[in-house]
């Protein structure tokens, strides 16, 4: 029988948009249908921030109750979760949970339940040609500090206060950041592909 292998790459990526742009982590699975093997592994990105480089920290990629069926396919529960060190493991972290069913020929379904930010992506990629199968893009958290800035220079105008001292943009935008992390902001989709 010819051995049939599919490999997977689930991205999540701060865009460049942001201030903390790059890539945070790529969970990698190979999938092996003639063996009933499945495995993974992961690398993650660094952030750049004030000049300086912060490794990801609490990195956990697991893959779990999966299962070969004899119809060919092939279920399993992939989990994520890493942060930047920069948050001393006191933030939110990247969190997301995919559970997936994918056949030989790389047709299947999958739930993701990920955070509001960062950006997330899903690829096949072997058999070549790449196929991006899911993508969620992350809010512009730079754009809603600007509107908070914005606002906040209104109302001192309107209310005749003093203007106030503002930090640089970057720092607005962090508890947008923060908050979008936040499992109150979890987006579950369920696709086809």
Known sequence: MKNRELELEVWTEILDYDFKSGMKSVQVVSISFSEKKIETWYYT??????????????????????????????????????????????????????????????????TFTHDAYPAYFVDIVKPKPRRRI????????????????????EDTRNSGE?????????????????????????IKRKVKF
């Open 45 to 110: 990105g660094k952030t750049k921030l004030l000049g300086m480089e912060f490794n990801s920290i609490n990195d956990k990629f697991i893959i779990d109750h999966y299962n070969f069926y004899d119809s060919g396919g092939v279920a399993f529960l992939l989990q994520g979760t890493t942060a930047t060190a920069f948050s001393a493991g006191k933030l939110p972290s990247i969190d997301y949970e995919l559970g997936m069913f994918i056949r030989p020929d790389g047709t299947g379904e999958m």
């Open 134 to 153: 899911f993508s969620y893009l992350h809010p512009n958290t730079k754009i809603m500090a600007q509107r908070d800035y914005q606002r906040m220079m």
């Open 162 to 186: 003093k203007r106030p001292i503002v930090p640089p943009l970057f720092l607005l935008s962090l508890p947008h950041v923060f908050s979008l992390l936040s499992d109150k902001y979890q």
